[in-house]
């Protein structure tokens, strides 16, 4: 009796340190489930990457100009973080399928069908390109009206438009044609608002042409200046444009914002003041006008380097200080903390702005080979497709943006890798601003791939 008394101590200490363990566990199962509570934990900890899941190459420093103005986005945004380029070396992160000749001609691929629980759900980033002889959805002659003229291919030396000539079909769901008149007549007395970088210009630029059919439009009014999109002292060009279409009623609006940060001069008097730029604070003009708003398209990377920062005097705010963390001090794991905390303020106003729909486009691919923009990287690919026609993974090649989109219901607008198919569609060196040995293997023709990009945007709205 003595002896198995002595045990009971020992069994009672192991039975609590059991239990203990239990709910160690549980509450660690609640802590990574439940979105909410992530948030509690320190900001700067939650996203620090690991290198499994960085998915972007930032360029050597040295490579970055520092004398570019940030805002000249359509000759500086080559300076850029690139899409990984594992999808041409077989890996999981981009599925690429090469063959099209199973294509019948309606458009279904018979061979390369799955079934899968998982069949009957839409992702519209998953499926494959396919000619169409009715593309392009406007003329790239006609829409001088909207298209910057660095961007209209039509108007270049250009001679080859194969690329017009495709659509995206996505696997598992019918994406409608689009036509015009039926979705100016969904927008009725809508504001439809892109925000981000010069990506977002493009994709602003091909709805304004997609609406119009690439006509002049004299009836179309300019109402930036409702906005406080008007030119600035010293500016060659506002922050943004933002156009009413009388017949509807519809604003579709575009705001640049390469960062999704909130810029605050530290000294407004001095024109060459260092500038706060604030992670955690989404940019001051989506705040002010987010009650107008009723579809907003956010969309930032490519201009994510610590070039850039140092020419514009851009410093790293948190909390309204300075920030001092190290680790978030790292060019990636400030950019995906300020994709994660925007995408948070955005989902945290839904539920104040039931008509709001709020989309995460993902990064646009760049198709440098052989140096970048500034040493001698080219895109000299001229055939449609020779990179495949398929997209068969479900997750997206984003995983930044996908991460920070789970378990919100902001919506992720994905074209990376139906976008990593299409190489022969940049600007390449046809562009009218082109300098002997410099291509454009980050911006799109127009009409072209951006096109795709709002099909599938307006697929959802």
């Given at each position: 009796m003595k002896g198995g008394n002595s045990y009971r101590p020992r069994g009672r200490k192991f039975s609590l340190g059991l239990i203990a363990?239990?709910?160690?566990?549980v509450l660690l199962w609640i802590w990574e489930k439940n979105p909410f509570i992530s948030t509690l934990r320190s900001a700067?900890?939650?996203?620090?990457?690991?290198?499994?899941e960085f998915i972007f190459d930032i360029p050597n420093d040295s490579m970055v100009s520092a004398h570019h103005n940030e805002h000249t986005e359509e000759e500086d945004a080559n300076v850029t973080p690139k899409i990984s380029r594992k999808a041409e070396r077989g890996s999981d992160n981009v599925v690429i399928e090469k063959s099209t000749s199973a294509l019948s001609p309606k458009g279904k691929d018979t061979r390369h069908r799955k079934s899968s629980s998982k069949s009957k759900v839409?992702?519209?980033a998953k499926g494959r390109w396919i000619a169409d002889k009715s593309r392009p959805l406007y003329s790239g002659f006609g829409c001088k009206q909207w298209l910057s003229e660095m961007w209209a291919c039509r108007l270049t030396q250009r001679t080859d438009f194969s690329y017009e000539g495709?659509?995206?079909?996505?696997?598992?769901?019918?994406?409608?044609?689009f036509e015009r008149s039926s979705f100016l007549k969904r927008m009725q007395d809508k504001t439809i608002a892109f925000i981000g970088d010069s990506l977002g210009r493009q994709q602003f630029q091909s709805l304004m042409c997609m609406v119009t059919g690439g006509e002049e439009s004299p009836d179309v009014e300019d109402v930036g200046v409702n906005y406080g999109l008007v030119i600035p002292p010293g500016a060659i060009r506002p922050d943004g444009w933002a156009f009413r279409l009388p017949s509807t009623?519809?604003?579709?609006?575009y705001y640049w914002s390469a960062s999704l940060c909130d810029l605050e001069p530290l000294n407004i008097t001095d024109p060459s003041t260092y500038v706060a730029m604030h992670l955690d604070r989404?940019?001051?003009?989506?705040?002010?006008?987010l009650d107008t708003f009723d579809v907003l398209v956010l969309n930032t990377g490519h201009h994510w380097n610590r070039g850039k920062l140092n020419a514009n005097k851009w410093v790293m705010y948190v909390n309204g200080r300075p920030n001092e963390d190290r680790n978030l001090a790292a060019i990636g794991n400030a950019k995906n903390f300020t994709v994660h905390s925007v995408v948070r303020w955005a989902d945290s106003q839904l539920p104040s702005h039931p008509r709001l729909k709020a989309f995460f486009r993902t990064i646009s691919p760049r198709h440098f080979l052989n140096g970048e923009w500034n040493t001698g990287g080219s895109c000299d690919n001229?055939?449609?497709?020779?990179?495949?026609?398929?997209?068969?993974?479900?997750?997206s090649s984003d995983l930044v943006v996908q991460s920070a989109v789970r378990g919100t219901k902001v919506k992720i607008l994905d074209i990376t890798a139906l976008s990593e198919l299409r190489d022969e569609g940049h600007i390449s060196r046809?562009?009218?601003k082109a300098s002997d040995g410099v291509q454009d293997c980050l911006h799109w023709c127009l009409p072209g791939l951006p096109d795709t990009w709002n099909e599938i945007l307006c697929a959802q709205v």
């Amino acid at each position: 009796m003595k002896g198995g008394n002595s045990y009971r101590p020992r069994g009672r200490k192991f039975s609590l340190g059991l239990i203990a363990l239990l709910f160690a566990t549980v509450l660690l199962w609640i802590w990574e489930k439940n979105p909410f509570i992530s948030t509690l934990r320190s900001a700067q900890d939650q996203f620090l990457l690991s290198s499994s899941e960085f998915i972007f190459d930032i360029p050597n420093d040295s490579m970055v100009s520092a004398h570019h103005n940030e805002h000249t986005e359509e000759e500086d945004a080559n300076v850029t973080p690139k899409i990984s380029r594992k999808a041409e070396r077989g890996s999981d992160n981009v599925v690429i399928e090469k063959s099209t000749s199973a294509l019948s001609p309606k458009g279904k691929d018979t061979r390369h069908r799955k079934s899968s629980s998982k069949s009957k759900v839409c992702n519209y980033a998953k499926g494959r390109w396919i000619a169409d002889k009715s593309r392009p959805l406007y003329s790239g002659f006609g829409c001088k009206q909207w298209l910057s003229e660095m961007w209209a291919c039509r108007l270049t030396q250009r001679t080859d438009f194969s690329y017009e000539g495709y659509r995206w079909q996505p696997e598992n769901c019918e994406m409608p044609e689009f036509e015009r008149s039926s979705f100016l007549k969904r927008m009725q007395d809508k504001t439809i608002a892109f925000i981000g970088d010069s990506l977002g210009r493009q994709q602003f630029q091909s709805l304004m042409c997609m609406v119009t059919g690439g006509e002049e439009s004299p009836d179309v009014e300019d109402v930036g200046v409702n906005y406080g999109l008007v030119i600035p002292p010293g500016a060659i060009r506002p922050d943004g444009w933002a156009f009413r279409l009388p017949s509807t009623n519809t604003t579709i609006l575009y705001y640049w914002s390469a960062s999704l940060c909130d810029l605050e001069p530290l000294n407004i008097t001095d024109p060459s003041t260092y500038v706060a730029m604030h992670l955690d604070r989404p940019p001051a003009f989506v705040r002010k006008f987010l009650d107008t708003f009723d579809v907003l398209v956010l969309n930032t990377g490519h201009h994510w380097n610590r070039g850039k920062l140092n020419a514009n005097k851009w410093v790293m705010y948190v909390n309204g200080r300075p920030n001092e963390d190290r680790n978030l001090a790292a060019i990636g794991n400030a950019k995906n903390f300020t994709v994660h905390s925007v995408v948070r303020w955005a989902d945290s106003q839904l539920p104040s702005h039931p008509r709001l729909k709020a989309f995460f486009r993902t990064i646009s691919p760049r198709h440098f080979l052989n140096g970048e923009w500034n040493t001698g990287g080219s895109c000299d690919n001229m055939s449609p497709l020779s990179k495949g026609s398929i997209v068969s993974q479900d997750d997206s090649s984003d995983l930044v943006v996908q991460s920070a989109v789970r378990g919100t219901k902001v919506k992720i607008l994905d074209i990376t890798a139906l976008s990593e198919l299409r190489d022969e569609g940049h600007i390449s060196r046809f562009s009218a601003k082109a300098s002997d040995g410099v291509q454009d293997c980050l911006h799109w023709c127009l009409p072209g791939l951006p096109d795709t990009w709002n099909e599938i945007l307006c697929a959802q709205v």
